[in-house]
């Protein structure tokens, strides 16, 4: 049953030598491609790397994060205007995207049919490994994968049959994340509640204690997730977005 892929998957980062043929990748890309999407104008794409030079080549722009080389099969989710802007010329219409709100709803889309492939592979028996490094290092993995004007990589999927089992991660409870008619905003009470199950876990506290930090939140802002690189990555994804004409107004 799909709600049981759902409820006991977990994100897999080792994969079996085992091969992911063409004909499952291919029914898993045409199921994903039946996700819903803006307009019914499909405004994204998906790169397909199986080649092991191209892999190598892309590896150092996800952090040579090991999935990259490891994996048989590695897709980037592209928000793509390119492909939809050529029609409109050649069909004597003129399109009006080159702007930040049409890349956020391209960007919607790729989101959304990545999303649909992982949980079409994960109900297959593959596993899946999302990287955000995509995001960071934009502008080289569009001279990597030749990716033209009014396309941008938006995330990167890993896809392969399982050589692990790793232990589930936990999540805030339900009630934390979810508001009833209008958002009723977190008082402290609320917030010790919602975050102490994450705090108390020993791999967190493992963390903290590793980082020399105080508490886990501090893993976040000192070490994972740092203002400094933020800004930086910030700033060169709003570069990318100008370069692939997105900005224009
Ligand atoms: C947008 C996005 C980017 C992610 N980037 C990475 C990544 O770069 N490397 C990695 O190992 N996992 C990455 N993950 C996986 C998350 O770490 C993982 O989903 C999270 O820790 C929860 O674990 P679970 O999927 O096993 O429940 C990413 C997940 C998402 C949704």
Known sequence: MISDTLLNRRTIRKYSDKAVDDELLNELLIK?????????????????????????????????????????????????FNRFNKWCTLRKAKPGYDNFLSFF???????????????????????????????YMAHKIIDTLKLPGGVVPVTTVTLGWPDEKPEQVDRLPVEAVVHNEVYHDYTFEDIGRFYILKEERSDSLQFVKENNLETLAQVFTDVRYKKKDNIYFSKMLLQVLKDQGFMNQ
């Open 32 to 80: 994903a491609c039946r996700a819903s999407t803006t307009g019914n104008m499909q405004v994204y794409s998906i790169i397909v790397t199986r080649d092991s030079e191209k892999k190598k080549e892309l590896s150092p722009f996800h952090f040579n994060q090991k999935m990259i080389i490891e994996a048989p099969v590695v897709l980037t989710f592209c928000a793509d």
């Open 105 to 135: 709803t391209a960007a919607i889309d790729a989101l959304l049919v990545a999303q649909t492939l992982c949980i079409a592979a994960e109900s297959a028996g593959l596993g899946i490994c999302y990287l955000g490094t995509t995001t």
